[in-house]
């Protein structure tokens, strides 16, 4: 993966290019989405108080922060400068000692072992090698740890990569890349005025596949990782009947944007 950010939602200035204040104001919600997430993902991959985990394309560090707010041995890793430099001013107001070094998804300078829980969130559809992400993600992992990643998904065709062109997760994945070619060099407010677009669309056959290759033993999809108890009844009732059959796993999947899946070592 370049050192360039990666595409913000609806194709608006992507996430890594934000500046101190407007990365702050996004940290409430953050710490929401961190602390449903560590509570999604302890039913397969229990972790202490103090549980090392690896943040892969942190971007300013606010998941690092809340993480290691909640008191997790939290660390990022983040190939854009511009982004591990507002990571510093976040760490100042913040007052937590947040570690963001270079590094990305393909190649993480991390020893073997050294994490319980790896996260990359809409990392993926942008390396270069999602199979050598998945086996550095592998590698760094204590085994019964776990990766979880949130992604790009080729069934259903709302996407917020790139502007003006429905349906485009359903597009021929070489035509996807040379329009993605096309609106970094013609184009980049499309992308969010990014150097690095998503290239990679990915389906559950996909998904497990990278998990076989790597070694990873488990795949959990977003149907046995969401929790009924966050739903209203009626919803929650739904979910159960969806989740129980693969048809309607897949059925539904086409009606939600992006997929996510934990991998446990």
Do not use: N
């Amino acid at each position: 993966m370049t050192s360039g950010p990666r595409t913000g939602v609806g194709g608006s200035l992507a996430t890594e290019g934000y500046d101190a204040e407007r990365a702050l104001a996004r940290l409430p919600e953050v710490r929401a989405r961190a602390g449903t997430l560590m509570r999604r993902l302890e039913r397969y991959v229990p972790i202490a108080a103090g549980g090392r985990v690896l943040d892969v394309g942190a971007a300013q560090g606010l998941y690092v922060a809340a993480l290691c707010e909640a008191g997790y041995a939290a660390v990022g890793a983040e190939p854009w400068a511009q982004a591990r430099r507002v990571s510093e001013l976040i760490a100042r107001h913040t007052s937590l000692p947040l570690t963001i070094v270079e590094g990305t998804a393909e190649s993480l300078p991390f020893p073997d072992e050294a994490f319980e829980l790896v996260l990359a969130t809409s990392v993926m559809e942008h390396t270069a090698d999602p199979a050598r992400a998945v086996a550095e993600a592998h590698r760094v992992l204590r085994p019964g740890g776990g990766f979880y990643f949130w992604t790009t998904s080729i069934l259903c065709p709302r996407q917020s990569e790139i502007r003006r062109f429905p349906a485009f997760p359903w597009y021929p994945d070489r035509v996807k890349k040379r329009l993605m070619t096309w609106a970094v060099a013609s184009r980049p407010a499309l992308i969010g005025y990014t150097a690095t677009p998503a290239l990679h669309w990915f389906s559950p056959a996909r998904v497990h596949r990278l998990a076989r290759t790597a070694g990873f033993s488990e795949v959990y999809e977003r149907w046995d990782l969401h929790r009924p108890s966050e739903l209203s009844p009626v919803r929650a009732w739904a979910f159960r009947l969806v989740r129980g059959r693969t048809v309607l796993r897949r059925a539904a999947d086409m009606f939600i944007e992006g997929s996510c899946y934990l991998f446990v070592k």
